[in-house]
């Protein structure tokens, strides 16, 4: 009798545990305030009504996890938040899954979501999320006249102190260069010559004593509510969750650097069908605008920007006075790039730092 027992566990075993597994989804995305916003904006939600437990896994970027993953058909990253640069990469290697807009969920007005999402947020192998931000970030308490703008950032003899800043080159040349004087309009031009390289890394050797880096959002605010730096680059949505919780500080928004987020599904895993409909609901006009209510980030979608309140949409990185000296990253020209320019500012990392002389305050 016993045996007959056990055999019908290992039975029931055999069929319920692999029924349970499929009930899961792993979600990849970032850390602090920008993941809490997904979870309580539309995560759990998806939870609610479909009855799948979402297991949310962080990262800080890249596409390094993703190619060993798909190489090996041993997928355990189900759906991922990229940079769109790394989507545009991942997706030229054949490493992410082709998503057709057309299985979007229409906007309430019957728009389709093609038409409903803003330009640049559709991709063959990624579906936007958020227009992010990147800014200059610095404590009220620490100045008796604040800094207004990024030339602030670069002068240590006005503004002396550390500076924080991510450890890539995104962002930090575009800055350096429009510090040294080139109209943001030109600066991919002007970063594709070796001439233009040399001269963004000049700039940021100025810098380069005083600077900590790193290397996720929650890292950067943490660098400024702790005063180990007077100034960070730091993403915008951080900031104002910061300002939420009474951390003083204040945004710079003169050249502030915007970005796409976007969905994407890595190959050959074995929830691809659940993972497209996550990212039916995750990309809906009322998950995007919900998420929105939680960090201030620009929805894709025109319908989910029309369910904000005018405060909140005053507070996005795409209100039109934050948009007056903005630099749109070129997605597009990093993915050409990084890997020409990366091992070079790691190479510069590396150098020995030379400390200058102590500047007057």
């Given at each position: 009798?016993?045996?007959?027992?056990?055999?019908?566990?290992?039975?029931?075993?055999?069929?319920?545990?692999?029924?349970?597994?499929?009930?899961?989804?792993?979600?990849?995305?970032?850390?602090?305030?920008?993941?809490?916003?997904?979870?309580?904006?539309?995560?759990?939600?998806?939870?609610?009504?479909?009855?799948?437990?979402?297991?949310?896994?962080?990262?800080?970027?890249?596409?390094?996890?993703?190619?060993?993953?798909?190489?090996?058909?041993?997928?355990?990253?189900?759906?991922?938040?990229?940079?769109?640069?790394?989507?545009?990469?991942?997706?030229?290697?054949?490493?992410?899954?082709?998503?057709?807009?057309?299985?979007?969920?229409?906007?309430?007005?019957?728009?389709?979501?093609?038409?409903?999402?803003?330009?640049?947020?559709?991709?063959?192998?990624?579906?936007?999320?958020v227009v992010g931000s990147t800014v200059v970030s610095f404590d009220r308490t620490q100045f008796k006249t604040p800094p207004s703008s990024l030339d602030d950032f670069f002068n240590l003899k006005k503004y002396p102190g550390k500076r924080g800043l991510r450890r890539s080159p995104k962002v930090n040349l575009e800055w350096a260069l429009v510090a040294?004087?080139?109209?943001?309009?030109?600066?991919?031009?002007?970063?594709?010559?070796?001439?233009?390289?040399?001269?963004?890394?000049?700039?940021?050797?100025?810098?380069?004593?005083?600077?900590?880096?790193?290397?996720?959002?929650?890292?950067?605010?943490?660098?400024?509510?702790?005063?180990?730096?007077?100034?960070?680059?730091?993403?915008?949505?951080?900031?104002?969750?910061?300002?939420?919780?009474?951390?003083?500080?204040?945004?710079?928004?003169?050249?502030?650097?915007?970005?796409?987020?976007?969905?994407?599904?890595?190959?050959?895993?074995?929830?691809?069908?659940?993972?497209?409909?996550?990212?039916?609901?995750?990309?809906?006009?009322?998950?995007?605008?919900?998420?929105?209510?939680?960090?201030?980030?620009?929805?894709?979608?025109?319908?989910?920007?029309?369910?904000?309140?005018?405060?909140?949409?005053?507070?996005?990185?795409?209100?039109?006075?934050?948009?007056?000296?903005?630099?749109?990253?070129?997605?597009?020209?990093?993915?050409?790039?990084?890997?020409?320019?990366?091992?070079?500012?790691?190479?510069?990392?590396?150098?020995?730092?030379?400390?200058?002389?102590?500047?007057?305050?």
């Open positions: 009798m016993w045996y007959r027992l056990a055999f019908i566990g290992l039975v029931v075993c055999a069929t319920v545990l692999p029924a349970q597994a499929q009930q899961t989804l792993n979600v990849v995305s970032w850390d602090g305030a920008y993941v809490k916003s997904q979870i309580l904006g539309f995560i759990r939600p998806y939870e609610a009504d479909s009855g799948v437990r979402v297991n949310v896994i962080q990262y800080s970027g890249g596409i390094d996890s993703i190619r060993k993953q798909v190489r090996a058909w041993n997928v355990q990253w189900d759906i991922v938040d990229l940079e769109l640069f790394d989507a545009i990469r991942a997706c030229d290697e054949g490493l992410l899954e082709p998503i057709d807009p057309k299985i979007l969920s229409p906007a309430p007005d019957g728009t389709s979501a093609q038409d409903d999402f803003i330009a640049g947020s559709l991709m063959p192998c990624g579906i936007g999320n040294d004087g080139v109209a943001p309009e030109r600066v991919y031009e002007v970063l594709s010559s070796d001439a233009g390289l040399d001269r963004a890394f000049a700039v940021l050797d100025r810098i380069k004593p005083n600077i900590e880096w790193w290397q996720t959002g929650e890292e950067a605010i943490r660098l400024l509510e702790t005063k180990r730096v007077e100034m960070s680059s730091v993403y915008s949505g951080r900031v104002d969750d910061a300002l939420q919780r009474g951390e003083p500080l204040d945004i710079i928004w003169d050249h502030q650097v915007w970005f796409f987020d976007v969905w994407a599904i890595p190959k050959n895993g074995r929830n691809t069908e659940r993972a497209k409909e996550f990212l039916r609901f995750a990309s809906s006009t009322e998950s995007l605008a919900e998420q929105a209510r939680y960090i201030p980030y620009g929805p894709v979608r025109q319908s989910a920007l029309a369910l904000l309140t005018p405060e909140l949409r005053q507070r996005l990185p795409t209100a039109k006075e934050h948009l007056a000296t903005a630099i749109e990253l070129n997605a597009s020209w990093w993915s050409e790039n990084l890997a020409r320019i990366a091992p070079r500012f790691e190479q510069w990392l590396s150098r020995p730092v030379m400390v200058p002389k102590a500047l007057p305050r």
